[in-house]
């Protein structure tokens, strides 16, 4: 079992950046991808950024340029650097963890809001 716990959401002025970063704790074996997900109200869950634990990594074309993941193996920590923030982000981030491939794992946070103002 993996257990995540998110921090670094919040309120935040367009053109501002925020950090997110999430820990997994339990079975190092079981983290492989970690990524982060959002989700505004009344839309599907979408991919922002994964990260696999060689460091390859996806990221949507809607955050391309803007975000950055990165993560720390010797932590199991995975992070979300978001400059350059657009209202259009604000959603609930979710960590997720455990897939072998970019698809979503098993593991999921309990989500933090980001929100930000025009």
């Known amino acids: 079992q993996v257990q995540l716990v998110e921090s670094g959401g919040g309120l935040v002025q367009a053109g501002g950046s925020l950090r997110l970063s999430c820990a997994a704790s339990?079975?190092?074996?079981?983290?492989?991808?970690m990524g982060w997900y959002r989700q505004d109200p009344g839309k599907q869950r979408e991919l922002v950024a994964a990260i696999a634990p060689a460091g390859n990594t996806a990221v949507a074309t809607s955050v391309k340029g803007r975000f950055t993941i990165s993560r720390d193996n010797t932590k199991n920590t995975v992070y979300l650097q978001m400059n350059s923030l657009k209202p259009e982000d604000t959603a609930v981030y979710y960590c997720?963890?455990?897939?072998?491939?970019?698809?979503?794992?098993?593991?999921w946070g309990q989500g933090t809001q980001v929100t930000v103002s025009s």
């Open positions: 997720n963890a455990g897939g072998r491939t970019f698809a979503a794992g098993r593991y």
């Open positions: 339990g079975s190092s074996l079981s983290i492989n991808v």
